[in-house]
């Protein structure tokens, strides 16, 4: 299903569909994605019992958080499927299902800037991630997690700690998401629907990709991400609206862009962001 079908404000709920599948296959589609799968537990900022580091504290705060890099960009509200086989991650992803019923199960996702996903050495990582929330997890006979979250919070990374844990945790502050100017704001809302319409309508006509949008949100932070998440496929340009202020910035930024690629769809035939289209898994 379309990526765009899913998106919506963080709403904070626990995963509720933890069961064991027969095994399932590999998915192979999508080699970048290689991702890295890491726990946050919701505590304090500093675990004494050894557990994954976590928390949820205010907006202000420092907290720990296990890290996720990946070769994307996760976005408040957008889904993200990942698999996980390696033994690191596998343990790690057990103890976030052993977690309290009112504890979120959730990580943090950051963006790599320079290295691989896997691998001895930790890679270059981007300031600004997104939480994401576990919504389903399914275990494998062979001792994989199969995972469906969804972005939540954004949050600058402070520090990285490479050495206490098996994967990499974070010291993070978590960023709120303001529209910005609401007049503003509100003003642009239907301004960029209607070039996000227009540009699914133009790809459509070149027969670049045929898209079904959704019901578009009429709340400025929603949109903002949703119109990130649809026409922005490059890591670098998608970060830079990920660490946009507010959603004034950001729908600026995408009103921009749709303009301009509007105008190359009007001389040439452009390939849509495959978050349009497909959610494939990413493979730690």
Do not use: W
């Amino acid at each position: 299903m379309p990526v765009l079908a899913h998106m919506g404000r963080p709403g904070g709920e626990r995963c509720d569909d933890v069961f064991r599948g027969d095994g399932g296959d590999d998915v192979t589609d999508d080699p970048i994605g290689e991702g890295d799968g890491t726990a946050a537990d919701g505590g304090s900022n500093e675990r004494q019992d050894g557990g994954p580091a976590g928390g949820g504290l205010g907006a202000a705060q420092t907290e720990r958080l296990a890290l996720f890099p990946l070769g994307t960009v996760l976005l408040p509200g957008l889904l993200l499927p990942l698999r996980i086989f390696e033994p690191r991650y596998r343990a790690l992803v057990g103890e976030l299902l052993e977690l309290p019923d009112e504890v979120p199960r959730q990580f943090g996702v950051v963006a790599i800037r320079l290295g691989r996903e896997v691998g001895p050495q930790a890679p270059q990582l981007y300031e600004v991630g997104c939480t994401a929330l576990v919504r389903r997890a399914e275990h494998y006979a062979d001792g994989r997690y199969s995972l469906m979250t969804v972005g939540e919070r954004r949050f600058v990374l402070r520090s990285v700690d490479a050495e206490s844990r098996p994967y990499l945790v974070g010291d993070v502050t978590y960023l709120a998401d303001d529209a910005g100017e609401a007049e503003p704001a509100a003003a642009l809302v239907p301004v960029v629907q209607g070039l996000l319409r227009d540009y699914t309508a133009k790809l459509a006509e070149n027969r670049a990709a045929d898209i079904q949008l959704p019901d578009l949100p009429d709340d400025p932070v929603t949109l903002s991400y949703l119109v990130a998440a649809a026409v922005v496929p490059d890591i670098a340009r998608r970060q830079e609206l990920l660490e946009a202020p507010d959603a004034l910035s950001r729908l600026r930024a995408e009103q921009a862009l749709l303009r301009r690629e509007l105008g190359l769809l009007h001389s040439i035939t452009t390939v849509a962001s495959p978050d349009l289209t497909r959610v494939p898994p990413n493979l730690n």
